[in-house]
């Protein structure tokens, strides 16, 4: 199995199952209605064998696994494991299951069907466009490796901002320590955190991060960064207050105080702008590695 070391992988099943069994909780709970029958937790996108940068959000979407008729995009030869008819998440918990799902989460970008609406295209826009313009790519292998993970691994039926219990499930034991559990798994370059909202969240969950003052980017004034340096895991962090992976990254319709729509600012060209901008201004922060 091409994965993670011997400990890692140990480390990896564990949290897995630390996740089937909160899900389990979930679904026995008023969260049930929320869940997408047959899923089980994802945990990252991506090789996490290599050094990557990690770029955080907050859930599996429903059009990773949904089509427009509700119906599953893929089945078992897809890329996540799902639940056989029949099999329920406790009978999921075998040795041979985790293993597979941790090597599709680590195969994830190297297989057929994967949701590159929000994720974009080899050398497109939406968060690889932002990618490529810092230096990284999901998808090529000639730039800096990126994996990504979400604050929650449960894939819902709606957008988790619009569940009701979305502020129970953050203040819950698990909401406020398996993300950071998971952190450890992975050799990283620094976090790049997809939104304001995830940058918030990330700021309370690690209060050993030192925080500079926000500022907008050349050329694009309503896009906001914040740099820190998180000393508990060494960190260097990349708060985005927008969002590339989303229409208008998140910033409405609108345009700026020059007159450029944010529509511009989401192009392919206007993504790989600001992420060479950002890079600009993160190497002026911090020394390059070598």
């Not at 099943?13 to 994802?42: C, D, F, H, S, W």
């Not at 075998?94 to 799902?101: M, V």
């Not at 000639?142 to 499930?169: A, C, N, W």
């Not at 989303?246 to 206007?270: A, K, M, P």
Request: aromatic share 12%; hydrophobic share 35%.
């Amino acid at each position: 199995m091409r994965t993670l070391t011997s400990g890692h992988l140990k480390r990896a099943k564990k949290l897995l199952t630390e996740a089937v069994q909160y899900q389990i909780e979930l679904k026995n709970g008023r969260m049930k209605e929320e869940l997408i029958e047959g899923t089980t937790p994802v945990l990252w996108f991506g090789d996490a064998t290599k050094k990557s940068w990690l770029t955080v959000a907050t859930n599996p979407s429903a059009g990773q696994f949904l089509k427009k008729d509700g119906t599953l995009r893929f089945d078992s030869t897809g890329p996540f494991f799902l639940l056989d008819p029949g099999m329920s998440l406790e009978t999921y918990l075998t040795d041979d299951n985790l293993e597979q799902s941790i090597r599709k989460f680590n195969d994830y970008f190297k297989q057929k069907d994967i949701y590159k609406t929000w994720f974009g295209k080899e050398q497109g826009g939406k968060l690889e466009g932002f990618l490529n313009g810092l230096g990284a790519s999901l998808y090529d292998s000639s730039l800096q490796s990126v994996i990504h993970t979400d604050f929650f691994p449960f894939p819902t039926k709606q957008y988790m901002g619009t569940i009701s219990m979305r502020h129970e499930l953050e203040q819950s034991v698990f909401g406020q320590t398996f993300f950071m559990k998971l952190l450890p798994l992975f050799s990283l370059h620094g976090i790049i955190l997809l939104g304001r909202e995830h940058t918030d969240r990330f700021r309370k969950l690690d209060s050993s991060t030192v925080w500079e003052n926000p500022f907008s980017l050349p050329d694009y004034p309503d896009a906001i960064v914040e740099f820190g340096y998180s000393a508990g895991l060494d960190l260097p962090v990349i708060g985005l207050h927008f969002k590339p992976g989303e229409q208008f990254l998140g910033l409405g319709s609108r345009v700026d105080e020059n007159g450029r729509s944010h529509g511009t600012y989401g192009s392919t060209n206007g993504l790989r702008e600001i992420g060479k901008h950002v890079r600009e201004k993160f190497e002026a922060f911090y020394p390059a590695e070598d």
